[in-house]
């Protein structure tokens, strides 16, 4: 399978900490992307990082890309309950598809 | 304006009952998807159309059948429903380089469920 693995499956943070989560995955990707998805709604582009790029930003996102470990992480600083989601990593290959992972739910306690 | 709109959001309908849902995107966009997300939340490719060709065509029963007439809308008929069939299907659209997906920009997702 060429879906990635998120880890945790889940996380609780108090608002105003910050959350990580981690994406493990198998073969070389072209780039990896993550994902937001709240309750009910369809899912929503955050990041994509290519597979020659370590770090990327997009406001209180973080997120890093270790190729030699096939890993990826998602940093949220400064959490809010708008916050509240699950979280997905999709990594893309030259196969025109993406593979998701199943994600991880994000509680963020007022 | 809704870039990538579904209908309906919704859907309730007895096993064996056929079914469609319809989607369009205003993006430009020349790539179109159908997903399909169980109870797990595990989201799981079935078709896509590049410019009105099928290029995605995972193992999905061929009681599905997606049809793109130009490349703004690809709908998802659905033959013979079964109770496995229930599940959100989204539908997304993305540009695409060669072979290689970038972001993709999903619709609000069909609800089906088959009683």
């Known amino acids: 399978s060429q879906q990635g693995e998120e880890d945790p499956q889940a996380l609780s943070i108090q608002e105003g900490e910050n959350a990580t989560m981690n994406c493990s995955y198998k073969t070389s990707i072209n780039n990896l992307q993550w994902y937001r998805q709240n309750s009910g709604r369809g899912l929503v582009h955050l990041i994509l990082?290519?597979?020659?790029?370590r770090e990327k930003h997009s406001g209180r996102l973080r997120v890093t890309l270790d190729t030699s470990k096939k890993s990826s992480s998602l940093l949220i600083t400064a959490s809010r309950a708008a916050d509240t989601a699950s979280y997905f990593c999709a990594t893309a290959y030259n196969d025109y598809k993406l593979s998701f992972g199943a994600g991880t739910t994000v509680t963020v306690r007022a | 304006d809704t870039a990538v709109s579904q209908t309906p959001k919704y859907l309730v309908t007895q096993m064996g009952n056929d079914k469609s849902i319809k989607c369009e995107q205003n993006l430009g966009h020349d790539t179109m998807y159908w997903y399909k997300q169980d109870s797990k939340k595990f989201l799981k490719i079935m078709f896509s159309y590049n410019n009105k060709e099928l290029i995605i065509n995972e193992t999905v029963p061929n009681r599905f059948s997606p049809k793109s007439p130009d490349k703004a809308h690809l709908n998802l008929h659905i033959n013979s429903l079964e109770l496995g069939d229930s599940a959100v299907y989204f539908c997304?659209?993305?540009?695409?380089?060669?072979?290689?997906?970038?972001?993709?920009?999903f619709g609000p997702g069909t609800r089906l469920t088959v009683t």
């Open positions: 990082i290519r597979s020659n790029e």
């Open positions: 997304a659209s993305s540009r695409q380089s060669l072979a290689v997906p970038y972001e993709q920009y």
